[in-house]
């Protein structure tokens, strides 16, 4: 095997490596407190695990489930199937989630756009579908006959209006590059040493989101995780300290240790031990470092501005 490089902050343990931490995750058979489960990773299956845990505790569910793809996950792969058949399975993993949430609750479900276009009309039988949210993840192959893929979707609900919504708490650092001010002064942006800031209202483009890569410690070898910036904004708008914050496809974990950074209770459900394993090992490094990359001073920052942040 050829050896990383020093710089190289991927976490790719295998199971018998990481055993201590794969020890940690739970199994849950049976009908269950909630306080079994705050906090902590569930190793099973999705669709049997549900049916033993509380109705209505979760404040915020984020849900990242297979994509329509023909892809593997360390040894099990999910196979691309047609519309009719992934439409019943979105379905039937949501009837099976959607007892967990909150009357006050918020849902948001990562997809890819082709995706989309099915979870759209299933999620609208079931919920308030407030918004749709395109992210640029930059990342992806390049195509000689079509555009390269480079966004995906992020479906926002909820099961009534009454929702939490903190819009002060995502606010978006931009540079101003064409200052413009009254009677001298700056309208609307900051005069700073570092330069001229402006903090603006979110959209539902999101452009400033980095994947992670191999010398982030928040990489892992899971082929399609998330980062962590993502799931702060999604966190810090739809849920407040101390809430319950749930993922059904857990994977490495992100939902979990970005909530645990952003000071909520969390829960999560992952079948494959590796990835569980590689979860808790990422809730251990949460407790000696708890930043969130582009993330500081309470704000997103666009890419490739660390130099101008405080406490990166």
Not at 56 to 78: E, S
Not at 186 to 211: H, V
Request: hydrophobic share 35%.
């Amino acid at each position: 095997m050829k050896k990383k490089s020093s710089r190289n902050k991927t976490i790719d343990f295998t199971l018998e490596e990481g055993k201590k931490y794969a020890d940690r995750a739970i199994e849950v058979k049976d009908p269950v407190k909630l306080e079994t489960i705050i906090n902590q990773t569930i190793l099973g299956d999705t669709f049997e695990v549900v049916k033993h845990l509380p109705e209505g505790f979760v404040d915020l569910m984020i849900a990242d489930p297979p994509y329509n793809l023909t892809k593997t996950y360390h040894g099990k792969t999910f196979k691309e199937t047609d519309a009719d058949e992934y439409t019943a399975y979105t379905h039937r993993w949501l009837d099976a989630v959607l007892p967990l949430l909150s009357e006050k609750g918020s849902l948001y479900i990562c997809c890819d756009w082709q995706t989309s276009m099915l979870i759209g009309p299933v999620l609208q039988e079931k919920m308030v579908i407030q918004n749709r949210i395109t992210w640029q993840r930059e990342k992806g192959r390049g195509a000689k006959r079509n555009w390269k893929n480079a966004m995906e979707d992020i479906w926002f609900a909820s099961k009534t209006d009454d929702y939490t919504f903190n819009v002060d708490a995502v606010k978006v650092r931009r540079q101003v590059l064409a200052p413009y001010k009254t009677a001298g002064q700056p309208k609307d942006w900051e005069e700073t040493a570092q330069g001229n800031f402006r903090d603006t209202y979110p959209s539902n483009f999101w452009d400033d989101i980095t994947i992670p890569f191999w010398s982030m410690p928040e990489n892992t070898a899971h082929p399609t995780q998330k980062p962590e910036k993502l799931m702060a904004k999604i966190i810090l708008a739809s849920s407040d300290e101390d809430d319950i914050v749930f993922d059904p496809f857990l994977g490495s974990g992100t939902t979990s240790v970005t909530a645990k950074k952003l000071g909520r209770r969390y829960a999560g459900i992952e079948q494959n031990p590796l990835y569980a394993a590689w979860c808790e090992k990422r809730l251990e490094m949460a407790d000696e470092k708890p930043d969130i990359q582009g993330y500081a001073d309470q704000v997103f920052w666009e890419r490739n501005t660390r130099r101008f942040q405080k406490n990166n």
